[in-house]
C-alpha cells in the first residue's frame, strides 16, 4: 500500500466516522491520467483550479465550459483545449458524448450546484463539486442520489482535507496526544469589500456561513471526529446595505458534540481572522492560519511543530490528484458527496438557531 494511503488511513481521513466506502462505480477502459473539464470560468478556476492542473500528475485540464465566448477563446489558446472539448450552458449535455472528458468540476454559484452535478452525472461523468456543495440538506441528497444512480463519484472540493498539516492535525488529535477533547475554537473570515458577488446574494448561496464557514465547521468536526448534537447561533452585520434580507456577514455559533466537547466557531465577511485551537485535558493543539491556501502553522503540547511548506496552488494539485486516484483505483474518497452534505446540514441548523434564538438538534 502506497505510503500517502497509509498515512490517510492513520489520520482519520479514510475508514473514519468522516470517510464513507467506496462507490461501486461504471468502470471506464484504464487510463493513466483524468480528463476534467471545468464549468464555470471564474477567479478560483482561474487563479487556482487551471495552474493547479498543470501541476498534477492524475489528472489534466481536458475541457472548459462557460457562458462567455470571450473566454473561451482565450482559455482555448492558452491551455491548447480543442474545440471540441467547449461547451456552453446549453450545449453542456453533449459532454457525454465526448471520450476526453472524465470528470466534470462544478465551480459555480452555489446556486446552480444541484443542476449541473445532476447533469453531469446523468451525461455519464464522475463529478466534482466546489464548496458549498449546495444550498439545502436536500439538494446535497439528490445529487448524491444522481451520482449513485448513474454510477458515478461525487467529491467535494474540500482542498484542506488533503493538505499535509491538516492531515498531521487530525492524526495528532486521533492518536489521543492532547486526552479527550474538551474545547474547540475555530475562526476563518476576511474583508470583503464586494457588493455584488454571488456572496452578496442570497438567492445565489451568498452568506458567509455557507462560503467561510463551511471551514470552520469542518475545524470542529475534524478536530473531535464527531458530528454536532445541538447548535446555537448568532449573526450580526455592520453593513445592513450589503447583507441584508437575513444574509449574514459575520456569524457564531456553539456547537456541542456526543462526547461532551464544545465547540465555538466564528466567521465573517468583515473580520480577518483564521486559526483553530484545541483543548484536551492532556494539553492543547493551535493552527494558525488554519485554512489558508499556504503557510499553515501548527504547535501542541510537548513541543510539538506542525509545518509542511508548499506554494500556491499545491493544495488544490494535491485535492484533484487524491480524487483522480480513488476514482482510477476505486478507492475510497476523502471528502465525499456525504461529507458535503454533512455540512450543509449544520449551515442549516445554524440559520434556524439564530433566526429562533433557540438551541437546535441536530439527529
Known amino acids: 500500500m502506497p505510503t500517502r494511503r497509509i498515512f490517510l488511513q492513520q489520520t482519520g481521513l479514510i475508514a473514519s466516522s468522516l470517510a464513507f466506502s467506496p462507490?461501486?462505480?461504471?468502470?471506464?477502459?484504464?487510463?493513466?491520467?483524468?480528463?476534467?473539464?471545468?464549468?464555470?470560468?471564474?477567479?478560483?478556476?482561474?487563479?487556482?483550479?487551471?495552474?493547479?492542473?498543470?501541476l498534477t500528475k492524475n489528472c489534466y485540464l481536458a475541457?472548459?465550459?462557460?457562458?462567455?465566448?470571450?473566454?473561451?477563446?482565450?482559455?482555448?489558446?492558452?491551455?491548447?483545449?480543442?474545440?471540441?472539448?467547449?461547451?456552453?450552458?446549453?450545449?453542456?449535455?453533449?459532454?457525454?458524448?465526448?471520450?476526453?472528458?472524465?470528470?466534470?468540476?462544478?465551480?459555480?454559484?452555489?446556486?446552480?450546484?444541484?443542476e449541473y452535478v445532476i447533469r453531469a452525472a446523468k451525461a455519464g461523468k464522475h463529478v466534482w463539486v466546489e464548496k458549498p456543495m449546495a444550498m439545502t440538506e436536500k439538494e446535497c441528497q439528490d445529487m448524491i442520489n444522481a451520482c449513485k444512480q448513474n454510477k458515478r463519484s461525487l467529491a467535494v472540493g474540500y482542498r484542506l482535507q488533503h493538505e499535509p498539516n491538516t492531515q498531521e492535525y487530525i492524526k495528532f488529535l486521533r492518536e489521543g496526544k492532547i486526552g479527550k477533547i474538551k474545547m474547540v475554537s475555530c475562526s476563518a473570515g476576511y474583508n470583503d469589500n464586494r457588493t455584488t458577488h454571488w456572496k452578496q446574494k442570497k438567492e445565489m448561496g451568498g452568506g458567509v456561513m455557507y462560503d467561510m464557514g463551511v471551514y470552520v465547521l469542518q475545524g470542529a468536526r475534524l478536530a473531535t471526529g464527531e458530528e454536532p448534537i445541538s447548535v446555537t447561533a448568532q449573526q450580526y452585520t455592520t453593513r445592513p446595505e450589503i447583507y441584508k434580507n437575513g444574509l449574514d456577514e459575520t456569524t457564531m455559533a456553539q456547537l456541542v458534540f456526543p462526547s461532551g466537547a464544545r465547540a465555538a466557531v466564528q466567521t465573517s465577511f468583515g473580520i480577518n481572522m483564521n486559526f483553530l485551537h484545541v483543548t484536551?485535558?492532556?494539553?492543547?493543539?493551535?493552527?494558525?492560519?488554519?485554512?489558508?491556501?499556504?503557510?499553515?502553522?501548527?504547535?501542541?503540547?510537548?513541543?510539538?511543530?506542525?509545518?509542511?511548506?508548499?506554494?500556491?496552488?499545491?493544495?488544490?494539485?494535491?485535492?484533484?490528484?487524491?480524487?483522480?486516484?480513488?476514482?482510477?483505483?476505486?478507492?475510497?474518497?476523502?471528502?465525499?458527496?456525504?461529507?458535503?452534505?454533512?455540512?450543509?446540514?449544520?449551515?442549516?441548523?445554524?440559520?434556524?438557531?439564530?433566526?429562533?434564538?433557540?438551541?437546535?438538534?441536530?439527529?
Open 63 to 114: 475541457g472548459i465550459v462557460t457562458g462567455t465566448p470571450s473566454k473561451a477563446e482565450t482559455w482555448a489558446k492558452k491551455y491548447n483545449i480543442p474545440e471540441k472539448n467547449v461547451y456552453n450552458y446549453q450545449n453542456f449535455d453533449k459532454i457525454a458524448d465526448n471520450p476526453d472528458i472524465d470528470v466534470v468540476y462544478v465551480i459555480l454559484p452555489p446556486s446552480m450546484h444541484r
Open 23 to 54: 462507490l461501486s462505480i461504471a468502470q471506464s477502459p484504464k487510463k493513466d491520467r483524468l480528463g476534467v473539464a471545468l464549468v464555470g470560468l471564474g477567479y478560483y478556476s482561474t487563479d487556482l483550479i487551471a495552474p493547479a492542473l498543470q
Open 280 to 363: 484536551g485535558e492532556k494539553g492543547f493543539l493551535k493552527m494558525e492560519p488554519y485554512s489558508a491556501y499556504n503557510g499553515q502553522t501548527g504547535e501542541a503540547s510537548g513541543g510539538v511543530k506542525i509545518k509542511h511548506p508548499y506554494d500556491v496552488p499545491r493544495q488544490q494539485a494535491m485535492q484533484m490528484d487524491d480524487d483522480a486516484d480513488a476514482i482510477m483505483n476505486n478507492k475510497p474518497l476523502i471528502a465525499p458527496g456525504e461529507e458535503g452534505l454533512r455540512d450543509i446540514r449544520i449551515v442549516e441548523a445554524i440559520y434556524r438557531a439564530a433566526k429562533s434564538g433557540q438551541s437546535v438538534k441536530l439527529t
